[in-house]
Every structure is written in structure tokens, then in C-alpha cells.
């Protein structure tokens, strides 16, 4: 059984997908068409600014690098390969192929932290990645190479940088709010260049894609980001990257609440599997604590953990 502290704690790291998953509508609904990338820097960059300016830390000694490498992962090339997917691939075949990202990081956890995969954790991601194609897959033209190369690429990014940010943990005396915004700055630096060239300047922006931009750089970023990593610091990352599946699931929910789209009986059967699959994945073997919660702790001069969670089962997101 979930103790009431680990329960809160997961119920709110999963608001990070939840929120992930209203991006599309605010984005069809109220942002500029076919500007991905200038969308993927103005969620990013002012986030990371802001929660920088908040935490008042910048990074010392190795940490320059390793905040540049998770946020290449975690943002920088995970929302560009995220959003050619997106415009390549017919229907939701993108967040299905993204679904495996579970199955990464029960590879990645295994190699790096250490973690023996379970029959369990597996059957569990397939049956997550089944019932997340059984919700937003719908009969289209051929699958396209490329965006099914970049939606892998993609999860596989996101899942390295969730399992590296749970292998490095934190520096000494700083929170998640700063690592947070480390990586959205350094995410935000990376694809800067690259929507200039792609994309050209910055379009004109009325007052809806103003707001749209406001929400997705502070709600759906600052806060879901800090979310997510404080979650990564006090679960397994298995459990963390379980919750990704209610992103596809929320975008379903927002496309019948609020853009008049229907679902279907096999859309509910599968939102009833992945939801379930997720659910699941939480239910995992912890390190015996007092509090129920696995400890985070900083890296020693060695560079090893000296009591990071490294016994938990064996996974945007």
C-alpha cells in the first residue's frame, strides 16, 4: 500500500503530464499554425529565466555541463524531434510511438541506476503503449519514416534525461526549482538558433496567443517542469515515467470537453488500460524510510549516490 505522503507526492508530479496534456488544443486554439519551434523556445527559455531569477543559483564546477546535457535531453532536442513528429505522422500515431517511453527508461534504468528489470514493469509499459494507441490511433495515410524516427528519438531523449537526472541528482544545497530552470534555459538556448533558421523571426502575436504563450511558458512549463524533476528526485524514475501515458489521456478528455471531439467505446477502453497501466506502474517495492518517501540526496565527492533510491523496480513521458 501507498503511504498518504507518497500518494500526494506522485498526484502531484503527475499534474507535469496532465498539463502536458492540454498543449495541444492551446496550441491549435490560440497560437500562430506551423511555428513549433518558436513555440518550443517561448514555452522554454522565459520559464527557465524566471525560475532561475526565483532560485537565485546558477550552476558551479561540473554542474555547467550536466545542466547543459539535461537540458539538451529534456528540452532542447526533446520538443523539436517531439513536434516533427507531430506534423509528420498521421493522427496520434506520435504519442503512440512516444508511449514506449516507459520501456526506455526500464532499459536505461537497468544500465545506469542499476535497477533489475521486472516481467512486471515490462507488461506493464506495453500495456500502457497498447491502450494509449487504442485512444488517439486513427486510420490514416502510411507512416512516415522520418516522424517515426523523430517520435522514438524523442522518447528515447526524454527517457536518458530522466534517468540522468536521477542518477545525478542534485548539487549540495540546491533545490528543484534551480535545476529546473537550469535545464529550461539551457533547452531554451539550444533551440533558439534553430527557430531563427528554420522558422525566421518571431511572428506577430494577438492578444489569444499572448495568453496561449503565457500559459504554456508558466503553468505548462515553470511549474509542470518543477513538478516533474521534484517528482524524479523523490521516486523511482519507472514511477515518474508511468505518469506519461495521462498526457495523451488528458489531450483526449480536453479534445471532447472543450474542442467538441467524441470518444469511442475502444477510445474508453483503452483510456481505462493505460490509466490502469499507469496506476499500476506506481505500485512499486520502496527503500524502507520512515516517512514512506524515498530520500533524495546529493551526489558524494565521488560522484556516486550515497542513498538515492536505487532499488525500485526495474519509466513525457
Known amino acids: 500500500m501507498l503511504s498518504a505522503g507518497r500518494t500526494t507526492l506522485i498526484a502531484l508530479t503527475a499534474l507535469a503530464p496532465v498539463s502536458w496534456g492540454t498543449t495541444y488544443a492551446v496550441t491549435t486554439e490560440f497560437l500562430p499554425p506551423d511555428r513549433p519551434l518558436f513555440t518550443g523556445l517561448a514555452r522554454a527559455l522565459p520559464a527557465g529565466l524566471l525560475l532561475i531569477a526565483l532560485a537565485r543559483v546558477l550552476p558551479r564546477g561540473a554542474w555547467w555541463w550536466k545542466a547543459a546535457v539535461l537540458g539538451a535531453l529534456n528540452i532542447g532536442v526533446f520538443f523539436p524531434l517531439l513536434f516533427l513528429s507531430a506534423y509528420r505522422l498521421p493522427g496520434g500515431m506520435a504519442a503512440v510511438v512516444g508511449s514506449v517511453g516507459p520501456l526506455f527508461v526500464v532499459g536505461l534504468s537497468a544500465l545506469l541506476l542499476g535497477q533489475r528489470p521486472t516481467t512486471r514493469a515490462v507488461l506493464t509499459g506495453v500495456v500502457a503503449a497498447f491502450g494509449v494507441s487504442l485512444v488517439v490511433l486513427k486510420a490514416a495515410g502510411g507512416l512516415d519514416a522520418l516522424g517515426a524516427l523523430a517520435a522514438l528519438a524523442s522518447a528515447a531523449s526524454m527517457s536518458t534525461g530522466t534517468v540522468l537526472t536521477k ?78 501515458p495521462l498526457s495523451p489521456l488528458t489531450a483526449a478528455v480536453v479534445g471532447w470537453a472543450a474542442l467538441g471531439e467524441t470518444l469511442t467505446p475502444v477510445q474508453l477502453a483503452g483510456m481505462a488500460l493505460a490509466f490502469g497501466a499507469t496506476v499500476a506502474g506506481q505500485r512499486a517495492p520502496r527503500a524502507k524510510t520512515g516517512t514512506g518517501l524515498v530520500p533524495f540526496s546529493s551526489p558524494s565527492k565521488n560522484g556516486r549516490k550515497d542513498s538515492m533510491d536505487l532499488t525500485g523496480p526495474g519509466l513525457r513521458r
Not at 538558433?193 to 511572428?203: I, Q, S, T
Not at 515553470?222 to 524524479?232: E, H, K, P, Q, T
Open 167 to 244: 542518477r545525478w541528482g542534485r548539487p549540495e544545497g540546491v533545490g528543484p526549482l534551480a535545476l529546473t530552470g537550469w535545464q529550461l534555459t539551457a533547452g531554451g538556448l539550444l533551440i533558439a538558433p534553430v527557430a531563427l533558421l528554420v522558422e525566421g523571426a518571431p511572428p506577430a502575436l494577438d492578444r489569444a496567443a499572448v495568453g496561449g504563450y503565457l500559459y504554456l511558458a508558466l503553468a505548462n512549463t515553470a511549474v509542470a517542469y518543477w513538478l516533474w524533476f521534484r517528482g524524479i528526485g523523490r521516486l523511482s524514475a519507472t514511477q515518474v515515467t508511468f505518469l506519461g
